[in-house]
């Protein structure tokens, strides 16, 4: 594989990025990704301020609770796809096709995934500002 | 109707940088996009540079980005896309050789390393054999599905992988070694698995499932390569705590006596 | 150590800091409602919660970093500067903990 890459493609890059055209799925491993560096970020700050002031600004706190509940969620998915457990079963490739994969159980995780972050998101926010607990 | 198609042109031994060619075209109900780009080519302008061959989705060398998604000319309407205005580009993630053309080598560079054949082990029994394996349905619909690859490289236009990190092995590829390795005959499982477990192989998947929006044969690569995670991880798993590994269900072999392994004259 | 194994690893870890995370932070209503006192359990769990979320951070730092730097060289030595980052934040903070 000694010329692998060797020559330019287009695309590089804006292809990672690029999210018109496909489905749900793409958008979910951006945020995935994006948010996990985040809080890497996060917790370097935390590990090494031993004062955890940034405590007290409610901002960053409803900020990096809501990546943390959605990296959590999105990450028990993929998980239980990685795996092979919610992909659905190999079947008979005759047209029209079906993409197991894009619809049944794959999709309803997803859908999952989005109500219940929302609801714990909606739960942190009003906890932080103080409406509830 | 008429419909106008904005296509990418490029030549890397003359141009420096790629341009755009307007050209408009009447299409009736029927044509693909291949009609169009051929009648461009027979009527207008005879340096359109384009590669096709079956004109029915079969041979997968028409894939290009066409309004911004990846398919087959062929496979495409052009009324379909509901758009006066079509925008046809080479695929993305390959070197492109001229204009719609693009160079799959190093794809099949990788695709070769994972022994994309059935892998036997006992020689005698392929020199001498006394019988046949006949599969089961369930046994067939196992790899059936992914078997139907045309490697047109759609997928590995999509990939958001492949798009940043060149050494991975692209999903067309990871979906042939599952497609090998799962197929009942098949014994090469182990032999593939230095390069489909490495640093820059199957894990680096994460499921966007771009792949599986493209393809055009339903191939679905975005299923194939979770259960090529599962079966890798529960043979590693079973390596480094057993230290052995699970005998993979075979098909069974039907004796027929009445073979002979002498050639008859 | 395969690539499958890492990963499985990273999996794991995963679902750990969900687990030991949740009792992290509830830790103070258990106290306070007075369920479980031990503070050495908290900090067990802490030290669990610690090791694998340095583990699951540097895996995924390492795993974004191979797909942007794809040299064989860079993917081959990444992981032992991972390794060694990862062992002296865990000393350092456990020390803290301690
Ligand atoms: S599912 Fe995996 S192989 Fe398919 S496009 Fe997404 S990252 Fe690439
Ligand atoms: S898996 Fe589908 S999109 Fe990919 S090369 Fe094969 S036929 Fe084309
Ligand atoms: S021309 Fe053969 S697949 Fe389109």
């Not at chain 1, 990296?71 to 029209?96: D, S, W």
């Not at chain 1, 999952?112 to 972050?117: K, T, Y």
């Not at chain 3, 797909?67 to 000393?91: C, H, M, N, Q, Y």
Request: hydrophobic share 45%.
């Amino acid at each position: 594989m000694s010329n692998v890459g060797a020559r330019k493609s287009r695309g590089r890059v804006t292809g990672w990025l690029k999210i018109r055209g496909y489905s749900i799925e793409k958008v979910m491993y951006l945020v995935q990704r994006i948010s996990g560096l985040m809080i890497v970020g996060f917790l370097l700050w935390h590990l090494l301020d031993t004062n955890q002031a940034y405590l007290l600004i409610t901002e960053l706190q409803i900020l990096f609770g809501v990546i943390i509940i959605f990296h959590a969620l999105n990450g028990v998915r993929l998980v239980l796809a990685e795996y092979g457990f919610i992909v659905g079963k190999p079947i008979r490739a005759v047209y029209p096709y079906k993409f197991t994969t894009l619809r049944g159980l794959q999709r309803l995780s997803v859908a999952l995934v989005i109500v219940v972050f929302i609801i714990l998101t909606a739960i942190w926010i009003l906890n932080i500002v103080g409406v509830i607990g | 109707m008429k419909v106008t198609f904005k296509i990418f042109r490029f030549n890397p031994a003359v141009d420096s940088s790629p341009r755009w060619s307007v050209y408009e075209v009447e299409v009736d109900k029927s044509a693909t996009i291949l009609d169009a780009l051929l009648k461009i080519k027979e009527n207008i302008d005879p340096t359109l540079t384009l590669r096709y061959s079956c004109r029915q989705a079969v041979c997968g060398s028409c894939g290009m980005v066409i309004n911004g998604k990846e398919r087959l000319a062929c496979f495409t309407r052009v009324l379909e896309l509901n758009s006066n205005m079509i925008t046809i580009e080479p695929l993305k993630n390959f070197p492109v050789i001229k204009d719609l053309v693009t160079d799959f080598t190093e794809l099949f560079v990788k695709e070769k390393t994972i022994k994309p054949y059935i892998i036997r082990r006992d020689l005698e029994e392929m020199m001498k054999p006394v019988g046949m394996y006949l599969q089961k349905e369930e046994e067939t619909l196992s790899y059936l599905q992914f078997a139907e690859c045309i490697e047109c490289g759609l997928c590995v236009s999509a990939c958001p992988t492949v798009s940043i990190d060149r050494l991975f092995l692209t999903p067309m590829v990871l979906n042939k070694a599952y497609r090998f390795s799962i197929d009942p005959r098949d014994e090469g499982f182990e032999e593939r698995l230095s390069i489909i477990d490495s640093e820059h192989g199957c894990w680096r998947c994460h499921f966007a499932l771009a792949c599986s929006n493209v393809c055009p044969k339903g191939i679905d690569p975005g299923k194939s390569i979770q259960y090529l995670k599962n079966m890798i991880t529960s043979h590693s798993l079973l390596e480094l705590f057993l230290g052995r590994t699970k005998k993979k269900k075979k098909t069974e072999l039907l004796e027929r006596p009445h073979i002979s392994s002498e050639p008859e004259i | 150590m395969r690539e499958s194994v890492k990963m499985l690893l990273h999996y794991i870890t995963g679902v750990l800091i969900l687990i030991t995370g949740a009792i992290h932070v509830l830790s103070g209503h258990f106290e306070a409602y007075g369920l479980i006192k031990s503070a050495e359990l908290y900090s067990i769990n802490k030290l669990i919660f610690l090791a694998s979320i340095l583990y699951h951070a540097l895996n995924g730092v390492r795993v974004v970093l191979i797909e942007f730097v794809p040299k064989r060289w860079f993917t081959d030595s990444i992981t032992l500067v991972l390794i060694i980052i990862g062992l002296a934040f865990f000393i350092y903070t456990s020390l803290l903990i301690f």
